[in-house]
């Protein structure tokens, strides 16, 4: 790849930091808007807010940019493409109109039906009153409670009980941080089952599906807490087989890509399907339309072919033509490191130390989330989820060994995380281990 060629990323975050880590290595020069204290050292960070469309238009048309590359999903909603698009500017993402497969749940709801995809039945309010009586009239028992637009990965509850739902109606009507997203609400039926990633690029006709992942949402040990925007991610897992992301990939990702064609509404970019596995299959929970948070950070360091080939294929709407992606082998590990009080109110502006000792260690990462450069220069926490620790191993146990071991080299006042990030996946290998063994001793004792 040449050198000369030159990519915006918009957002400051660590899927950004990723990005524009990968893109690097493809040997692009970076530009990143508005970036953080990582991307600054590898990249050249752009005082434009992600959501400034007309001052990042400009900076594309200034600076000679030849891809711009949007991580966050609200200037995605907010109609980032239509406007570089409108002003002759090369860009990867979806319209704003198909971006809503993220920004409004109802939307998304609508276009599930319409492909035949399967995912959780539910109801739809545009009122608290409404929503209230709906729950006050049913059968208690448990539910999820969304608000229907934007809400930085926080605007779902999953409630064990009419009392917690009716909390979380009620805080969708009277929360600040909701007052956005709550258009609308909707009840579904709560899905049993395992929660899982599963991500394709897509050109509106041709689709790459990504290596299967599996997130982790909730803040503390043993999915226990509030719902946050991610707290840590590995990839690939072991839940999806071949076999299984085959079906989902037939069943989920091209059904929908053609439903949303079908409605005019033409989809390009990251396709990100939240999934649970369920007794009857793989249903839906959720579509973001671009890549996750932490699971960006998973999937670039385990990218081996070129990024930017893929992403360009796609801005030229030619995906056909270029070879599937190439994957290291092994897995990787990715913990968030947060500040004291996420998912709710944060301290910031305290100095993170241990970063370069972190970085040193053979197969880690440290990808800044939200991070910035004092005045001194050194690196301080800006927000809640503050650093994305990732490891590479040749196994995933492995992995998660290197990753906590960057963890661990790493403080600031308050700083904290989950530590058992992967777990899930090393109980089910160990499981179906034993199972095997057992299914081995009992074939050969009826063939003795």
Known sequence: ??????????????????????????????????????????????????????ALVRVARDRGVDLTVVGPEAPL??????????????????????????GSKLFCKQILHRGDVPTAMFREFRS??????????????????????????KGVFVCEDREAALAAVESLGSDPQFAAAAKGILIEERLDGVEVSVMAITDGRTIVTLP?????????DGDQGPNTGGMGAYCPTPFVDAELLADIEARIL???????????????????????????????????ARFGDPECEALMVLFESSLLDLLDAVADRRLESVEPPVWRAGASV??????????GPVEKGRAIRGLE????????????????????????????????????????????????????????????CRKDISDK????????????????????????
């Open 212 to 220: 299967p992942l599996q997130d982790h949402k909730a803040a503390y």
């Open 77 to 102: 909603v907010a109609g980032i493409v239509d406007a570089f698009t409108a002003a002759g500017l090369r860009i990867f993402g979806p319209t704003a109109r198909a971006a809503q497969l993220e």
């Open 357 to 416: 000792a972190a970085a040193a260690l053979p197969g880690v990462e440290v990808f800044h989330a939200a991070t910035k450069l004092g005045a001194d220069g050194s690196v301080l926490a800006d927000g809640g989820r503050t650093l994305a620790v990732t490891a590479v191993g040749d196994s995933l146990a492995r992995a998660k060994l290197l990753a906590y071991s960057g963890v661990r080299e790493i403080r600031w006042p308050g700083a904290w």
């Open 1 to 54: 790849m040449s050198p000369s060629r030159r990519v915006l990323i918009v957002g400051g975050g660590g899927r950004e930091h990723a990005l524009a880590w990968k893109l690097r290595r493809d040997g692009a020069e970076v530009l990143v808007a508005p970036g953080n204290a990582g991307t600054a050292q590898i990249a050249e960070n752009v005082p434009v807010a992600a959501t400034d469309m007309p």
């Open 128 to 153: 608290v009153a409404a929503a209230r009586e709906f729950l006050e009239a049913r059968e208690d028992m448990p539910i999820v409670v969304k608000a229907d637009g934007l809400a930085a990965g």
């Open 254 to 288: 091209v059904p929908t890509v053609h439903a949303m064609r079908r409605a005019k509404v033409p989809f390009q970019g990251v396709l990100y399907a939240g999934l649970m596995l369920t007794a009857q299959g793989p249903k839906v929970l959720e579509f973001n």
């Open 334 to 343: 990715t913990v968030v490191m947060a500040s004291a009080g996420y998912p």
């Open 425 to 448: 996946a090393t109980a089910f290998e160990l499981a179906s281990s034993a199972r095997a063994a057992t299914v081995s001793t009992d074939g050969q004792g009826a063939a003795e």
